[in-house]
């Protein structure tokens, strides 16, 4: 089983639409946890932290799910800028700089 | 201010050879990090340093991969006698003090053929 587990998708919706993405992780003891976003060719760039209390910046909403070992991202209002690949990130354990990816979810916003 | 950079963004080395990939991180970032990224996958981490020590290598494929940072800045991922299946993506990434998230650069794409 991966550590970090995603939908690969690809997730195909129209702008405007609102969209979620699920990933699960497998180590209880992971304290940290992001979104980040890869474009085509380019490098990750981070999204957002995922904080225990769930948080918020602009259309896009992380929450997450300690007991069931699950985050989430939402996405509101679609932009076709959207469209790209989704990396759920978690760190190895307590304290642990070690970054796990996850592959990542494709999504594509359509016109 | 700038990001992270690494040179070259492309590389093609025959099998066999040596190759040496650069990293330059954010200004004041003590960690630094490489990851190996094969098509289709996420990031593998590689190995981390703090300053000039590294202080994990547990994820070198093998022992043909070196990595140094000897100054606590610039780092230099070095692969000798590259295989056909070192042909990834390999990002470089710095993280503020105190602080977990990471901030990659445009990564180097090394092709052996």
């Known amino acids: 089983r991966k550590e970090v587990e995603q939908d690969p998708g690809p997730f195909n919706v129209p702008e405007g639409a609102t969209v979620a993405f699920n990933c699960t992780y497998s180590n209880s003891a992971s304290q940290s946890f992001f979104w980040y976003r890869q474009d085509c060719r380019k490098e990750p760039k981070l999204l957002m932290s995922?904080?225990?209390s769930g948080n918020e910046d602009g259309r896009f909403t992380a929450q997450l799910n300690r007991a069931s070992q699950y985050i989430s991202l939402l996405i509101r209002d679609s932009k076709l800028s959207d469209s790209a690949t989704y990396l759920c990130?978690?760190?190895?354990?307590?304290?642990?700089?070690?970054?796990?990816f996850g592959s990542g979810t494709r999504l594509l916003v359509r016109p | 201010g700038a990001g992270v950079s690494q040179s070259p963004r492309y590389k093609v080395a025959k099998r066999g050879q040596d190759v040496a990939l650069r990293c330059d991180p954010i200004s004041g970032h003590v960690s630094l990090f490489w990851y190996q990224q094969a098509l289709g996958q996420g990031p593998e981490f590689l190995t981390y340093?703090?300053?000039?020590?590294?202080?994990?290598k547990s994820g070198l494929p093998s022992d043909r991969f070196f990595a140094e940072r000897p100054e606590g800045s610039v780092s230099t991922l070095k692969i000798q006698r590259t295989q056909q299946e070192d042909s990834a993506v390999y990002l470089c990434a710095s993280s503020p003090p105190r602080k977990d998230e990471q901030y990659f650069g445009p990564g180097t794409r090394l092709t052996v053929t």
């Open positions: 995922v904080y225990s």
């Open positions: 340093f703090q300053n000039e020590a590294q202080l994990d």
């Open positions: 990130v978690v760190n190895k354990g307590w304290s642990s700089y070690k970054l796990i």
